[in-house]
């Protein structure tokens, strides 16, 4: 992926009450903190909807994600309308292997409660299949527990983060507007558990995505997310756009360009030179030791999947100077929707 720093270092306004402004309208742009009402009911023309429009086109989910030198395990729930699907995985980075990758459908509201508060009082759930996820918010902490089917076990608290919390409302072609907040570099207290095996996630890192948006039928993105306790990576091609295109470093979040996201659709290759994502000038190579993919037909729905585990390594070139980066671990992703 290759992204282009912008001159000066931007300190973001104070993320809005609402993505709605006073007069109706989106409020468009990237900025620092959370919105407290997510709600689109008061848009005003040339945005407005009526109600069965949006009830197919509202889409919502909450995501986190764990990482560090032993794991990458993350869980997501997502609530599109109609339906509503969760997943739950674990990674062996030791091993280079998956340990637990379950995917879930299910009925929204029944199984599936995803928050409509980015922030303090959020709390997302997910019961059924035989797993139960929860992802709740009091104060400047973030709980998570989950439970999953082969006796997977998580129990995390995730801290305050060093930097401000990324909140891009951005313009959706094919739809209206996508409200979205990203949290990186959140350190890690907990331990999951995999039957008999038992690890301890001090020297983790973890990050919250909690999106919602009045969204395209057909929506596609090409995403990077990678963090350590002073750096993180947000940047997407396709969808929200160089809107949320961030890095977070030394407690402030520096907007970056345009990206070009080069992952390809195939299995990671190991060894010397193994790539599926390159981020020029910005940062080198991504080196892949695993992946996690899901294709599904629902017939009105339909969803294209692929998102590697790996590390980064090179340099990140910021307004204040150049930081050396080795084995930065996160994630590409490469995804498909028609909902």
Not at 19 to 45: K, M, N, T
Not at 209 to 215: C, E, I, K, R
Not at 290 to 317: C, H, N
């Amino acid at each position: 992926m290759t992204a282009q720093a912008k001159t000066e270092p931007a300190n973001l306004p104070p993320a809005p009450p609402s993505p709605v402004d006073a007069a109706g309208q989106p409020a468009f742009g990237a900025y620092a903190g959370e919105c407290g009402d997510l709600s689109f009911a008061r848009l005003e023309r040339p945005y407005a909807r009526g109600p069965l429009w949006r009830m197919f086109h509202a889409k919502r989910w909450h995501f986190a994600s764990i990482s560090g030198p032993r794991l990458v395990t993350a869980f997501c729930v997502v609530d599109v309308g109609y339906a509503a699907n969760a997943f739950i995985y674990l990674f062996d980075r030791e091993a280079k292997r998956m340990l637990a990758d379950r995917s879930f459908m299910g009925l929204p509201g029944l199984m599936a409660k995803v928050s409509l508060r980015a922030g303090t009082g959020a709390r997302t759930s997910w019961s059924g299949g035989g797993a139960r996820l929860v992802l709740e918010r009091g104060g400047a902490s973030w709980h998570v527990q989950a439970r999953g089917p082969g006796g997977l076990e998580i129990e995390a608290i995730l801290g305050d983060p060093p930097a401000p919390t990324l909140c891009a409302i951005a313009r959706i072609e094919g739809g209206v507007a996508n409200v979205t907040h990203k949290s990186a570099c959140l350190p890690v207290q907990g331990t999951v558990r995999l039957g008999d095996r038992r690890w301890d996630l001090d020297g983790h890192t973890g990050a919250i995505d909690h999106t919602y948006g009045l969204l395209a039928r057909d929506t596609t993105w090409r995403w990077v997310s990678a963090a350590r306790a002073d750096l993180g990576l947000n940047l997407v091609q396709g969808f929200n756009g160089p809107v949320e295109n961030v890095v977070w470093h030394d407690g402030r979040i520096h907007p970056v360009g345009a990206a070009e996201n080069r992952l390809r659709r195939t299995r990671p290759r190991s060894g010397p030179g193994a790539s599926a994502a390159t981020m020029l000038p910005s940062i080198s190579p991504f080196r892949p030791e695993g992946e996690r993919r899901q294709d599904k037909d629902l017939i009105i729905a339909r969803s294209r999947y692929v998102q590697p585990v790996g590390v980064f390594s090179g340099t990140i070139r910021l307004p204040g100077g150049e930081l050396q980066v080795d084995d930065l671990v996160g994630v590409t992703e490469d995804h498909t929707a028609r909902w």
